[in-house]
């Protein structure tokens, strides 16, 4: 089920960062906006108001967590370009990955919701609102339930082939998770060959590429800066 939240900005002057969190301690909190923000924002090279938009699914192995995280940007005339780029980001177990991609429309719609609620004077100081936390409490109960009703149905087949052996699979995802702007989906040893690895899908789950799961921080923009944008 859902771990926590935070709430990350990109600081000019320190990168990425988070500067709210709910049941996540801060080390975890930076960890996951730091390699979040830095992905995503290499990913797309637009920065108008409606590309710095969009959600992702990125786990992260060694601390067995899965996240959802909506992207957003906040008016800021002293940020290049005029906006600030933010992030909201939940924390799932990642053995509720499946719950997570399940859901994936009901967790835009709420932090989408969410996002309208950050200002930038949070960002620079004043305490978040407690409306954020309250939505996070409605994010939990809508995850809940839907946790014990029927899975949605739909399907979409993907082709996988193992970067290290070249031994080719069909697996299959929710298609409901279709829309997302960047997944980083991770291939589990037997789920294809004998290998783990991470494949990489845009909104239309085109695969964009593979890679080793464990990826340093300071290798991630040289990466996504390689890979196609389902905006181009």
Do not use: W
Not at 67 to 72: H, P, S, V
Not at 83 to 89: F, M, T, V
């Amino acid at each position: 089920m859902i771990l926590g939240m935070c709430v990350g900005v990109l600081d000019e002057k320190i990168g990425p960062t988070s500067v709210y969190s709910i049941d996540l301690d801060d080390d975890l909190s930076k960890k996951l906006t730091m390699k979040i923000m830095v992905g995503v924002m290499s990913f797309s090279s637009e920065s108008d108001d409606t590309n710095l938009r969009g959600e992702s699914i990125i786990p992260f192995i060694k601390e067995k967590i899965i996240t959802f995280a909506y992207l957003f940007p906040i008016k800021d005339t002293k940020a290049r370009g005029g906006y600030r780029q933010c992030s909201i980001i939940v924390a799932f177990d990642i053995h509720d990955r499946k719950l997570l991609y399940e859901n994936a429309t009901n967790l835009t719609r709420i932090l989408k919701s969410m996002s309208g609620m950050v200002e930038l004077k949070h960002l620079q100081g004043t305490n978040f609102p407690f409306s954020i936390s309250e939505q996070y409490d409605l994010l939990r109960n809508a995850i809940y339930t839907e946790s014990q009703q029927t899975a949605p149905k739909g399907k979409t087949t993907l082709t996988i082939i193992c970067p290290r052996c070249a031994i080719k699979k069909e697996i299959e995802l929710p298609s409901v998770a279709k829309g997302v702007k960047f997944i980083e989906h991770e291939i589990y040893e037997k789920e294809v060959c004998d290998h783990a690895f991470t494949v990489y899908l845009d909104s239309k789950f085109n695969i964009l590429g593979y890679k080793e799961p464990e990826i340093e921080l300071t290798d991630m923009k040289n990466m996504f800066s390689k890979l196609k944008s389902p905006y181009d």
